[in-house]
């Protein structure tokens, strides 16, 4: 998995290179056209070069070589109109003329399409489903919730809506709190899609974000350890393992779940460890209860999770034996 920077200053070199590709290509088609044109090429580009040198030692005889392009210039025009082509058809083209599809402006600021490019990669890189990119707040049906019964006398709607409105705060905000969030309940309840929702919100202000369940991450992370992979398999799985760490905004789906191994227990608390000493957020769901998380794996985590996590429990019916949220 490479970063969304680079694949998308990849892109740009692939649509430079398109373009290059069609501008020799459109050139090739006047030469083969008109034979004459090959020699206005030559001389176009001779007289670009001495401009430039004449600029170099002074300007002498700058305004002579300035004519001699601008007749070259008239000829080509004259070539083009001869073969019905638009005048500007031996022009550079560039998908993107703010930039000239370098990525940056005259300025040296990053130009909108290269922002479009970054955005794109980012959402490629986060791992979600396609059904999961459709899971936004947006989208959040509240009726599901509506008429189920009360859990432990609270209604569930009221929960729903509790969880909802904290989950969008901080999808709003996380640069700047760096807050977490524990979100815990039954099976089915809508924990994922919550996930989901502060997924989609975060990508969508342009921040990076990585969704993987549990059990993937630890198993992948415990191949890496002892040296389960091949060296292609390993080199993408080094990349996603930093990226753990390093991505903005980390969502951990399904903790609990996972076959428990020493090595793999503190995979697990080193990643939510560091990223809280790095002031970067962190999204766990699970089926536990904090205790109960804390139970399985140790005190250290309970004591990470209790004071540096939002807990935020949804309970309820199995949304997805009515075939509502999948």
Do not use: W
């Amino acid at each position: 998995m490479e970063s969304a920077y680079s694949l998308a200053l990849t892109e740009l070199e692939k649509i430079r290179k398109k373009n290059a590709d069609e501008l020799e290509r459109r050139k090739a088609e006047v030469r083969s056209a008109v034979p004459e044109f090959s020699d206005i090429e030559h001389q176009l580009t001779a007289c670009g070069a001495s401009l430039a040198r004449c600029v170099l030692n002074g300007g002498t005889g700058i305004e002579i070589i300035k004519q001699r392009i601008a007749d070259a210039r008239l000829k080509r025009a004259e070539i083009l109109k001869r073969l019905s082509l638009p005048d500007n058809y031996l022009d550079d083209i560039y998908t993107c003329k703010l930039c000239r599809d370098t990525g940056y402006d005259e300025n040296g600021h990053r130009c909108e399409c290269h922002r479009r490019l970054i955005s794109k990669y980012i959402g490629i890189n986060s791992n979600l489903t396609e059904t999961m990119r459709h899971q936004t707040f947006g989208n959040f049906d509240f009726s599901l919730f509506e008429n189920q019964p009360d859990v432990k006398g609270h209604p569930v709607i009221k929960l729903i809506r509790a969880a909802y409105n904290k989950a969008l705060e901080m999808a709003n905000t996380f640069e700047i709190t760096h807050s977490n969030m524990y979100i815990y309940g039954n099976a089915g309840a809508g924990k994922t899609y919550l996930s989901s929702c502060i997924a989609n919100r975060v990508l969508q202000r342009g921040f990076t974000v990585y969704y993987q369940s549990a059990f993937k991450m630890l198993d992948m992370l415990e191949k890496l350890k002892f040296g389960r992979y091949d060296e292609d398999e390993r080199t993408n799985a080094e990349y996603e393992a930093r990226y753990f760490y390093d991505v903005e905004l980390l969502i951990i789906d399904d903790v609990g779940t996972e076959f428990i191994t020493a090595y793999s227990s503190a995979a697990l608390f080193d990643i939510i460890n560091s990223r809280l000493v790095d002031g970067k957020s962190t999204v766990i769901s699970s089926n536990l209860t904090p205790v109960k998380m804390g139970d399985m794996y140790g005190g250290r985590m309970l004591s990470r999770i209790a004071g540096a996590y939002t807990a935020i429990p949804i309970d309820g019916v199995d949304l997805r034996l009515i075939n509502k949220i999948k």
